[in-house]
């Protein structure tokens, strides 16, 4: 199982990392990564395998939106197949 995690919001050091050790802290491995940086505009879209998450996905949902507050981001987390769901034409 995936889920895809995207992050947009002005650029600063350190996002990719805190992200990317929050989805460490639950067993959310990083597959793919892929960002962006216009002007300052900060955007990223990670890929995550979910299979051994030590929380339920709804849980890590809320927890990456409070990092994305506290960092003035906004960071979304969906499962794969809703995404692909949404972007099936």
Known sequence: MKA??????????G??????S???EYNANVT????SVLQDVFAMVMLVDISKL??????????????GK??????YVMHEDI???MHHI
């Open 4 to 13: 895809v995690i995207s992050v947009i919001g002005k650029d600063e050091v």
């Open 15 to 20: 996002i990719l990392a805190k992200v990317s």
């Open 22 to 24: 929050m989805c460490a």
């Open 32 to 35: 793919e990564v892929t960002q």
């Open 54 to 67: 030590s929380i339920p996905l709804s849980e890590l949902s809320d927890k990456m939106k409070e990092l």
């Open 70 to 75: 506290s960092l003035g981001l906004s960071i």
């Open 83 to 85: 995404f692909n769901s």
